[in-house]
């Protein structure tokens, strides 16, 4: 049995590693700027994880298959070098890994998160609450009214709770249900939770941060291919969380004017 | 097992006399000397109940530090902190507290010398307990005074954050004193029946002293915070 | 009167002497089964809690995955469980979520904190320091109890007409903090919830005092901290790390239960507004709620698999013949996962907004605490080398673990890197990592120690053939359950959804199929291993005191099941280290820890 059990473990360490090395299910292609250090992290990491867990499930199944049962005549021994040998390599094996992949990630996570918007990134805000994600554009004026969160009316179709009857800021806002941007162009998204925690979740755009309720974030990215992709939640938000998603649609600058202009019209 | 096993090493009575006896040599300080010579070792094992009121305290600790870290961040997460002001009578309280643990050494030297046999005296040496008891149930009173002297002012549990950490904090202290009265009760009731363990009277006495640091230092973070 | 003062006097003298609290081989029915001062009775029931935990974690699981797996269907019987959740027997939404949520706090609290730390803990642990009983016998008698309190209260949020919190085990706020408001269950289900998780943190409180207290002061002559099986340096480590976890888990609970009851505002913010009403909160923090949790959270997953390694490292000594490689650097090793454990945290949070800074200053930590659960992987791996393998059920089980913890350790190797956490967080990565590493791996250990175990606890051996039959199809089972979910993730599978509608997602669903059919047959199987506990606690043939051939002192007792205050009339004496294993000895080829003969190797002889 102690066989079959060593060839169980590495039947199942070579099929488990079929479906990453063939790439059956993988990570969406990449349509940001930023997100290519990300993936490059992904790929090594991979590497580093994806040989340590064939050696040790393979190294575990030969020991298993070799050292079983009683061979009687035999006494048992030690693994040469003992238990220092073991120390060593864990120490240099892994803090190596460690060294490469914290020191390699920091960049990863710095392009995103330690760079600033560019001037001329253009602010759009994502407001999230149970259960969907609306946008506010800033409209010709270029700022965003003030929110008033005793004016939300779901039914009225004030989501932000914008007071488009005093506030000049506000009356040229520019809400709507689906979220649009131009391509190669650098996007400030500024983050709100009208309730409870939520997420913005966009894999292509390699893009995932936390709603914070009670502190404003954002984000910046910038898109470079065209499509429509999904907003998802990622943070259990309550029951309609499964079904909490949003369309973003990367366009031609010309066809977002086109677009922008014709949200607008429908304010 | 087998019958060619040599009769085990005879252990001698090797305690120290002034050292409480054990079964064991459990400890960590202990070290078993490789050559397999027990006789050579002493007992050091200490009394759970030592041990244990450290595990206790530890745990304490780490409660309130969490309720501390609680206030430190919720007064950063927004502008609504309020100052209040303390009611007065929290400063008597921690006289009384502070005496109380005066009151528990004086009884603990008693018990101390009683059980050591160099007193003729015939009566217990309770007095001292039960005169620290009472302080603890004035210390608690208390508490509930200076919560109605916070009501009074129209300060309650959600009025304000400063009112919500005042009473929190407050009430969990008070509930682990009152704990702490239960153990000074269960004291007396042994000392009555002359069944009480020194580590006992140790424990609790080392218990009720943390209650009244860790008050001085709750009335410092109220007063410094609130 | 004198006199009698001074016998008095003496007699206290003398009392303060014994370090036990010595209790009496109980008589009544009440004193032996239920309400018992004995850690071996303790530690059964705590066995039995987490056995009834575990049965209703699992069968919650099943409707979790059949749900996900076919979203419309009809699931017979469903309505029985809760008069809104099901009707006409199809798991709404909001039932997923409650169900989630059930199925996560009782498996992580009931289950895998209780069966490996408190049921084998606190049976084994004094035996094996050679002791008769644990110092504070009535504050661990309240430990079970109050256990199983907490216990029920969780059961009671499925009888509330709302039905249990929706807010998964990790209830963050303000979701948690709001009342009714935030949904179904998020009322009373998050009081009972919170509730139930403190007065467990009570319970497991009073455990960690007599664990502690058993280790450090009431080990026997001879017995010193390095002699000491790797089992109980498991225990003690984890004790340590649940006495400051709980800690802090209680008062956050005890806030949570405020924001609800009282109206404060400790995780509630501001501008809260749901179905267009402004909510009555003002000024509390989100993440304050995060931290707190967190900060138990992650000790508390190595509270969950520490003892777990103690006793697969114990199983496997005794299965291999060997000791292993470095006893000390195992102990170290999990003392150092322990204290590690409390600076990592916050990769739970990297993505939760708190200062991007912060997530890096937690991910190196992260990457560090690979070292020392290498360290231990790998000491394992060299103590198999050389060594005489016994296959049996326990030792299957035992080397299973190793398997489960390497697949679902590189895992971590991805989660632990921010920049990565940004495509895997909230995926079913998250969720595979996890189980494997935790649920499954956790449970191994559990099952490794009750076939190792059972012949001391009730005289009788478990059948072997069952216990094969049962570990095969667990380790393949699993594996087909839990590797799927690395690959899912990796596509972008978001967690806690009760269904997948969206787009992307729609290719995914014939694995959550897969998944689920493997789950169902890996569940069914388990009934194996139940049929043989109960079979052989009545049926199995009779074992004898040391049928492993083991040298800790839990296999010297006098007799088998132990008697009542461990070792009879005279507590053991320690001559050896606790693995003296492939020397030659009167009885073979181990000499027992309390057996007086001479160590000498098969070459000296």
Known sequence: ?267 | MATTVPEPPRMEEQRDPSRRASNGNGGWRNVVPADGNLRALKDYSPPPASTGIWVVLASITMSFLAFTSALVVRQGSAADWRHLSLPWVLYLNTAVLVASSVTLELARREVRAFMGGLRTQTARPTRWLYITLFLGLFFVAGQYVAWLQLRAQGLYLATNPNSSFFYVLTAVHALHVTGGLGGLVRVIHRLNKSILKKSSLDATSTYWHFMGGLWIYLLLLLWIKL | MNENISREVRAMHDMSGHAAAVHHAPTSFIRKHVFSLDHKVIGKQYYGLALAAVIIGMVLSWLMRIHLAWTNAAIPGLHLMSTSGAPGDVMTPEFYLQLMTMHATIMVFFVLTTAPFAAFGNYFLPIQVGAEDMPFPHFNMMSFWVTFVGFLVLMASFFVSEGPTLGGWTQYAPLSALGSAGGPGEGMGVVLWAASIAIFCVGQLLGSLNFITTTLDMRTRGMSLWRLPLSAWSWFITSCMGLTAFAVLMPACILLILDHVAGTSFFVPSNVVINDQLQPHSGGSTLLWQHLFWFFGHPEVYIAIVPGMGIVSHVLITNMRKPMLSHRVLVYSMGALAVLSYMVYGHHMFLSGMNPVSSLVFSFPTLVITIPSTMVVLIWLGSLYGAKIRINTASLFALGFISMFISGGVSGFFLAQPSIDIMLHATYFVVGHFHMVMGVAAMFGIFAGTYFWFPKMYGRMMNETLGKAHFWLSFVGTYAIFMPFHYLGLAGNVRRYQAFVVEYMQPLIPVHRFITIAALFTGAAQLIFLYNLIYSRFKGEPAKDNPWQATSLEWSTPTTPPPHNNFGDKLPVVYHDPYQYGVQGSAGDYIMQTSPEKVTTPDEA
């Open chain 1, 1 to 267: 049995m102690a066989r079959f059990f060593a060839v169980t473990i590495f039947v199942i360490a070579i099929l488990s590693a079929i479906p990453i090395v063939r790439h059956t299910w993988w990570m969406a292609p990449d349509i940001s700027t930023h997100g290519g250090p990300i993936d490059e992290q992904m790929v090594d990491t991979m590497w580093e994880a994806g040989i340590s867990f064939l050696a040790s499930q393979i190294l575990l199944a030969w020991f298993i298959w070799r050292f079983s049962g009683d061979r009687p005549g035999e006494k048992t021994k030690n693994f040469p070098g003992g238990a220092k040998t073991v120390v060593w390599a864990a120490f240099l094996l892994v803090g190596t890994e460690v060294l490469a992949l914290g020191v390699f990630g920091v960049k990863a996570w710095a392009n995103v998160y330690f760079t600033p918007p560019a001037a001329n990134a253009m602010p759009v805000q994502v407001q999230a609450g149970q259960f969907a994600f609306y946008f506010r554009y800033p409209g010709p004026d270029g700022t965003f009214g003030a929110l008033h969160p005793e004016m939300i009316s779901e039914s009225n179709e004030n989501f932000f709770g914008l007071d488009t009857a005093n506030d000049a800021d506000a009356k040229d806002d520019i809400v709507t249900a689906e979220m649009a941007i131009p391509v190669n162009r650098e996007i400030h998204l500024l983050m709100h939770s009208k309730d409870v925690g939520h997420s913005f979740f966009v894999p292509e755009l390699r893009v995932q941060q936390d709603f914070v309720p009670g502190l404003d974030l954002s984000v910046h990215f910038t898109a470079t291919k065209i499509g429509r992709y999904e907003i998802v939640c990622t943070q259990l938000c309550g029951l309609g969380h499964y079904n909490m998603k949003a369309y973003l649609s990367v366009m031609s600058q010309q066809d977002y004017d086109g677009w922008l202009k014709k949200q607008a019209a429908l304010q």
